[in-house]
């Protein structure tokens, strides 16, 4: 369950990745676009705004999110729906996508999919963290797996099993399984330097998205455990400055694809 107020309290630096990889996308005037994995819609909106003659659709999974989505702007449409099975009803122009495919498996036969969906010339533009193998997230499965009384394990093994598998490929695995189906490819990557003010901001940060499958995933009394154990590491992995804010660097990988 995505919690959109968790999720906007970071709304500006999230933004900024957004932002920065629709301007890479060199298109004069689509008519059909698709925002997979649109959340609340803030992007969806921009999208409409770049392109104002075409029809732009925001699809998500969460139904808290597409509420909000819908509050933001009750002209666009709003498809509630599993991106992984999903496959549009025309050719799309842009499919845009911030943030939201690390969540799915099974991105060598995903992404040429979604790539083919599209209309010739159309663009497959993606944005997504390479937070797997940051701190923040390490210490998360390292605090389930050792953080427990005595240094036992938290949680149930599934769980573990679900945070071991690195959410983003290589850039090179999707380089190889999309220029067979594109007639150009760029894939970048950008490290930003978020200084974030208030208590604890990194926890803050991860409960909106990184963390929900523990928050969800555990029981009360184990995730007590496991958040007074992560704070603690958190803390002393990520010390507040002396202007009282905390960096967090953070990475991500882009890309845009044409068919």
Known sequence: MWNPPQYAKFAAPRLRPAL????????????????LGCGSGEITALIAERFPTAKVTGVDSSPAMLEKARELDGRLD??????????PPE?????????????????????????????????FAAQMPLSWGQPSHRLMRSVLETGGPGGTPIGQPSLRESLARPWVLEATDY????????????IWKTEYFHFLQG??????WVRGTGLRPILEGLSAVDL?????RYQKELRRTYAELDDGTTLYPFSRLCLVARR
Do not use: K, M
């Open 175 to 186: 380089r190889r399984v999309l220029t067979p189906v594109s007639t150009d490819l760029e």
């Open 20 to 35: 920065d990889l629709l301007a890479q996308i060199d298109l004069e005037s689509p008519a059909v676009i698709f925002d």
């Open 199 to 204: 208590d604890d901001p990194i926890l803050e």
């Open 91 to 123: 050719p799309v122009d842009l499919l845009y996508s911030n943030a939201c495919l690390q969540w799915l498996p099974d991105h060598p036969t995903l992404f040429p999919h979604l790539l083919e969906t599209l209309s010739p010339g159309g663009i």
């Open 78 to 87: 709003w498809l509630e729906t599993d991106v992984a099975r999903w496959t």
């Open 224 to 228: 007590e455990i496991f958040l007074s």
